[in-house]
Antibody, heavy 119, light 110 residues
């Protein structure tokens, strides 16, 4: 069974940093691109960042460019999101998702980890 | 990239049909055959319901169907059931490995 388990969320002050992790199991992790999506309180889903299976390609929403870094460890089957210079508007539940091999989109999601940026 | 437009809420009685629209542009919904729909029960992991505009993953009931006309995609739930009550999000590939989601629609089963 494919499973994605996010961790690393918490309370951080504006301007601070946080690293999210997503532990993957049940599939050949290195074969799949992965994605981070977030949902701010009372808002819809927002695509944040994606990374190719090898890690050689990384992609960011404008809201994340220059502040967030996506990476992966294919030996540890883990996806990461390093978030720096955090702002109040980054407060959200962050989901990791596995991309499909057969279409542009995500086919399996984790349950999310909550990030709160507040002083 | 602006969020795709969805109605905030739709409702129906058990057994009825509801349709959720998802309006974008020719740079996303109208430009690629990569519109997906996700069901999200709060606190749970979102679930893929439709991909490539009209296709259903195995295990998703055939009560769920997708379509598109121009820059507007739609999700129809036929034979509405209590467990269908959830938030639904459309998502479109928008080129250069980027995606745009809809604002989400709350489906209420009366």
């Amino acid at each position: 069974e494919v499973q994605l388990l996010e961790s690393g969320g918490g309370l951080v002050q504006p301007g601070g940093s946080l690293r999210l992790s997503c532990a993957a199991s049940g599939f050949t992790f290195s074969s799949y691109a992965m994605t981070w999506v977030r949902q701010a309180p009372g808002k819809g889903l927002e695509w944040v960042s994606g990374i190719s299976g090898s890690g050689g390609g990384t992609y960011y929403a404008d809201s994340a460019k220059g502040r967030f870094t996506i990476s992966r460890d294919n030996l540890e089957n883990t996806l990461y999101l390093q978030m720096n210079s955090l702002r109040a508007e980054d407060t959200a539940v962050y989901y990791c998702a596995k991309d499909s091999l057969y279409f542009y989109g995500m086919d399996v999601w984790g349950q999310g980890t909550t990030v709160t940026v507040s002083s | 990239q602006s969020a795709l437009t969805q109605p905030r809420s739709v409702s129906g009685s058990p057994g009825q049909s509801v349709t959720i629209s998802c309006t974008g542009t020719s740079s996303d919904v109208g430009g690629y055959n990569y519109v997906s729909w996700y069901q999200h029960h709060p606190g749970k992991a979102p679930k893929l319901m439709i991909y490539e505009v009209t296709k259903r993953p195995s295990g998703v009931p055939d009560r769920f169907s997708g379509s598109r006309s121009g820059n507007t995609a739609s999700l129809t739930i036929s034979g509405l059931q209590a467990e269908d009550e959830a938030d639904y999000y459309c998502c479109s590939y928008a080129g250069s490995y980027s995606y745009v989601f809809g604002i989400g629609t709350k489906v209420t089963v009366l």
